[in-house]
């Protein structure tokens, strides 16, 4: 019995081999010589087809006479150019799907019907004779025939399944849907990994199969992953909610899983990823942020046909906001950076996708003869300002700098479009700014109230010339992020330090705050501050922990003393705020047509006289007297100071230029 086994066993060995080498010489072959094989093959099988029909009618073997012997010349000379027309020879036979099927029974079915109507002309010249019924026997046959050897080529073709890729790879596939199982079939196509179970929460479909995969419930995924091993979980899921597909990452990351997701939609459609290419989790999934579609004729409007100026066009912001830029062709796009090897990027980028004029300029904001040289040489439109140093304990230690790229920077920025009649100016600003505790929140704020009196001004004067500026959180993966700094971390081996437990932070995605934030400087009406919608606060210790499970690995605790990574507290750094706000008096806001954006009621806080408090902070900034200069930057934007007023008719500004 063992013996028997065993030359079983050789046999079907020496088989898949021989597939295999026959397999590979046809993929060696050229498209041309595969095109060759294709139709040779369906003339041998229509041919084939004929003669059965007249074999199965008659009921026995028959020796082809010369009148059927026409008739079955005749079923590949008609069915070919057919084929050929209705595409079965433009298939990549490897990756034919199971629906190609009906394609091929539409196709051989003209065919015959067009045969039928050759060889009854024929009879009527007496030059054939067919039976009726062998007529509709050639058409089963031939379907079953001519589809039958596609299909066994392309599992010719699959080749054998590698006998260890279910221990490198298994799967649960979350989603027993279409998309589900199209997946599966890609991974088992791709020999990319073994698909051990579907899980879904339908009941009805439980205890059944989808793509040769039995269905599971849910609660059963911990069992299922102890029983195949399986240590990856790919979430399927086109269909659902943001908040409910981060409510079953976050289960399944206490599973201690490696978890991913198949690509949504339109990554699949502009050919970002294939449907057997699924991308990892990112922090964006765990927040659960529903974002709203951008109103396509607003962006259009407001960018289409521009000359747009972008600061700071080589930071995480910057640098998104010139891709968004671009897709929706502007006249020309300039971006101004200070960092040499980020505009180098940002430029080498764009111009691999796009044909719109770009300009790089190498410089600061606080070069004043530099900005209003761009801005004379451009005839700029549209001004984006993203550029700021952001990074608060870096600018609590330089306060000097930050202040003066910050705040003078943005004073320089400001009169020079104000000057060269820029229709619109928006300010990229932070929640850091709402009631400060630090050097680089208070240097946003001025800014800030910097843009109110460029505002005031162009209305006071009739320009039509609208200053803003947009308010929101962190952004995820940003330069300044914490993201990056924990993966660095945990790829380190830890520990993943926090500044305090209780630390928590509004987080939104770049590409959701780049949209968010061309629309609501189109929404402006001149001296708006608009603040993004930034969903709930995230606390730090919870984001820690998710990105440490994510990346399979376990949190070192009390509790838990094997785990692998620690979380560490260090203790708060200067400047430093347990949460963020992003309103000084929530009363003021109000809603916009765009859900995710609202307008706070004019500039909130600070009514100050701006050019009495910069002519004081540049005389403190000009002594180098550090001290002085945060006195004064906080008096500056102190938010109970009184509001001195001015003659409405005419505002002078900037008496005391910013120095260099």
Same mark, same amino acid.
């Given at each position: 019995?063992?013996?028997?086994? $065993?030359?079983?066993?050789?046999?079907?060995?020496?088989?898949?081999?021989?597939?295999?080498?026959?397999?590979?010489?046809?993929?060696?072959?050229?498209?041309?010589?595969?095109?060759?094989?294709?139709?040779?093959?369906?003339?041998?099988?229509?041919?084939?087809?004929?003669?059965?029909?007249?074999?199965?009618?008659?009921?026995?073997?028959?020796?082809?006479?010369?009148?059927?012997?026409?008739?079955?010349?005749?079923?590949?000379?008609?069915?070919?150019?057919?084929?050929?027309?209705? +595409?079965?020879?433009?298939?990549?036979?490897?990756?034919?799907?199971?629906?190609?099927?009906?394609?091929?029974?539409?196709?051989?079915?003209?065919?015959?019907?067009?045969?039928?109507?050759?060889?009854?002309?024929?009879?009527?010249?007496?030059?054939?004779?067919?039976?009726?019924?062998?007529?509709?026997?050639?058409?089963?046959?031939?379907?079953?025939?001519?589809?039958?050897?596609?299909?066994?080529?392309?599992?010719?073709?699959?080749?054998?399944?590698?006998?260890?890729?279910?221990?490198?790879?298994?799967?649960?596939?979350?989603?027993?849907?279409?998309?589900?199982?199209?997946?599966?079939?890609?991974?088992?196509?791709?020999?990319?990994?073994?698909?051990?179970?579907?899980?879904?929460?339908?009941?009805?479909?439980?205890?059944?199969?989808?793509?040769? #995969?039995?269905?599971?419930?849910?609660?059963?995924?911990?069992? @299922?992953?102890?029983?195949?091993?399986?240590?990856?979980?790919?979430?399927?899921?086109?269909?659902?909610?943001?908040?409910?597909?981060?409510?079953?990452?976050?289960?399944?990351?206490?599973?201690?899983?490696?978890?991913?997701?198949?690509?949504? #939609?339109?990554?699949?459609?502009?050919?970002?990823?294939?449907?057997?290419?699924?991308?990892?989790?990112?922090?964006?999934?765990?927040?659960?942020?529903?974002?709203?579609?951008?109103?396509?004729?607003? $962006?259009?409007?407001?960018?289409?046909?521009?000359?747009?100026?972008?600061?700071?066009?080589?930071?995480?912001?910057?640098?998104?906001?010139?891709?968004?830029?671009?897709?929706?062709?502007?006249?020309?796009?300039?971006?101004?950076?200070?960092?040499?090897?980020?505009?180098?990027?940002?430029?080498?980028?764009?111009?691999?996708?796009?044909?719109?004029?770009?300009?790089?300029?190498?410089?600061? #904001?606080?070069?004043?003869?530099?900005?209003?040289?761009?801005?004379?040489?451009?005839?700029?439109?549209?001004?984006?300002?993203?550029?700021?140093?952001?990074?608060?304990?870096?600018?609590?230690?330089?306060?000097?700098?930050?202040?003066?790229?910050?705040?003078?920077?943005?004073?320089?920025?400001?009169?020079?479009?104000?000057?060269?009649?820029?229709?619109?100016?928006?300010?990229?600003?932070?929640?850091?700014?709402?009631?400060?505790?630090?050097?680089? +929140?208070?240097?946003?704020?001025?800014?800030?109230?910097?843009?109110?009196?460029?505002?005031?001004?162009?209305?006071?004067?009739?320009?039509?010339?609208?200053?803003?500026?947009?308010?929101?959180?962190?952004?995820?993966?940003?330069?300044?992020?914490?993201?990056?700094?924990?993966?660095?971390?945990?790829?380190?081996?830890?520990?993943?330090?926090?500044?305090?437990?209780? $630390?928590?932070?509004?987080?939104?995605?770049?590409?959701?705050?780049?949209?968010?934030?061309?629309?609501?400087?189109?929404?402006?009406?001149?001296?708006?501050?608009?603040? =993004?919608?930034?969903?709930?606060?995230?606390?730090?210790?919870?984001?820690?922990?998710?990105?440490? =499970?994510?990346?399979? @690995?376990? #949190?070192?605790?009390?509790?838990?003393?094997?785990?692998?990574?620690?979380?560490?507290?260090?203790?708060?750094?200067?400047?430093?705020? =347990?949460?963020?706000?992003?309103?000084?008096?929530?009363?003021?806001?109000?809603?916009?047509?765009?859900?995710?954006?609202?307008?706070?009621?004019?500039?909130?806080?600070?009514?100050?006289?701006?050019?009495?408090?910069?002519?004081? @902070?540049?005389?403190?900034?000009?002594?180098?007297?550090?001290?002085?200069?945060?006195?004064?930057?906080?008096?500056?934007?102190?938010?109970?100071?009184?509001?001195?007023?001015?003659?409405?008719?005419?505002?002078?500004?900037?008496?005391?230029?910013?120095?260099?």
């Amino acid at each position: 019995m063992a013996k028997m086994l $065993m030359t079983t066993r050789e046999f079907l060995v020496s088989i898949s081999h021989l597939r295999s080498r026959f397999g590979k010489k046809l993929l060696r072959l050229s498209w041309a010589q595969k095109r060759i094989v294709l139709v040779s093959l369906d003339v041998v099988m229509l041919s084939a087809s004929v003669w059965l029909a007249f074999c199965i009618r008659l009921g026995t073997w028959v020796v082809p006479t010369q009148h059927q012997m026409v008739a079955i010349l005749l079923a590949p000379v008609i069915a070919v150019p057919i084929f050929t027309r209705m +595409g079965l020879y433009r298939a990549v036979i490897r990756y034919l799907p199971d629906r190609a099927f009906w394609t091929i029974t539409r196709a051989v079915v003209f065919a015959v019907l067009a045969w039928i109507g050759v060889v009854f002309i024929l009879e009527l010249a007496r030059l054939t004779v067919i039976p009726r019924s062998a007529t509709l026997i050639f058409g089963v046959t031939a379907i079953v025939l001519v589809g039958g050897s596609r299909f066994a080529i392309k599992y010719l073709l699959r080749g054998p399944m590698p006998e260890n890729i279910g221990t490198q790879r298994t799967l649960i596939l979350y989603g027993a849907g279409r998309t589900g199982a199209v997946l599966a079939e890609a991974l088992r196509r791709e020999r990319i990994a073994k698909v051990v179970a579907f899980v879904d929460d339908n009941p009805d479909l439980h205890s059944r199969d989808v793509a040769d #995969v039995r269905i599971y419930p849910a609660r059963q995924i911990k069992e @299922l992953m102890d029983q195949t091993s399986t240590n990856e979980v790919v979430l399927c899921m086109p269909a659902v909610s943001s908040a409910r597909q981060a409510e079953i990452i976050t289960r399944l990351t206490a599973l201690h899983a490696k978890v991913r997701v198949v690509p949504m #939609v339109s990554d699949l459609a502009t050919g970002r990823y294939l449907i057997s290419q699924m991308r990892q989790i990112d922090i964006d999934d765990l927040l659960g942020r529903s974002t709203v579609p951008a109103n396509e004729d607003l $962006m259009r409007d407001t960018i289409e046909g521009q000359t747009i100026l972008v600061t700071g066009g080589g930071g995480s912001i910057g640098s998104e906001l010139c891709r968004l830029f671009v897709k929706w062709k502007p006249r020309e796009l300039i971006i101004l950076e200070q960092n040499e090897f980020a505009l180098y990027q940002i430029d080498r980028q764009l111009r691999q996708v796009t044909d719109v004029p770009i300009m790089p300029i190498l410089g600061s #904001v606080t070069n004043e003869a530099l900005v209003r040289r761009c801005f004379k040489t451009h005839s700029i439109q549209m001004v984006l300002h993203a550029a700021a140093h952001k990074h608060v304990p870096l600018v609590e230690i330089n306060r000097l700098e930050g202040i003066r790229n910050n705040v003078f920077g943005t004073q320089t920025l400001a009169a020079a479009a104000f000057d060269a009649g820029v229709e619109r100016f928006i300010l990229i600003s932070t929640d850091k700014a709402v009631r400060p505790t630090n050097v680089m +929140g208070a240097t946003k704020r001025a800014a800030e109230m910097i843009v109110r009196e460029y505002a005031e001004k162009a209305a006071a004067q009739g320009r039509n010339q609208k200053f803003c500026a947009v308010r929101f959180g962190n952004v995820l993966g940003s330069n300044g992020s914490v993201v990056p700094l924990f993966k660095e971390q945990i790829a380190r081996g830890g520990p993943v330090t926090l500044t305090d437990e209780r $630390m928590t932070r509004y987080f939104m995605s770049i590409h959701e705050a780049a949209e968010l934030i061309v629309q609501a400087g189109a929404l402006s009406e001149g001296g708006d501050l608009f603040v =993004l919608d930034m969903g709930e606060p995230v606390r730090i210790r919870e984001l820690a922990e998710h990105m440490i =499970l994510l990346a399979g @690995l376990s #949190v070192r605790t009390e509790d838990n003393p094997d785990g692998d990574i620690e979380i560490a507290i260090v203790g708060k750094r200067p400047g430093e705020k =347990l949460f963020e706000e992003l309103f000084y008096d929530e009363k003021t806001v109000l809603p916009t047509s765009q859900p995710k954006i609202m307008r706070a009621n004019s500039f909130d806080g600070a009514r100050i006289d701006i050019d009495d408090e910069m002519g004081r @902070l540049i005389d403190a900034y000009e002594a180098e007297d550090v001290n002085e200069v945060q006195r004064r930057l906080f008096a500056m934007i102190d938010e109970e100071r009184p509001y001195r007023q001015r003659d409405a008719k005419v505002i002078e500004l900037g008496t005391r230029k910013p120095p260099v």
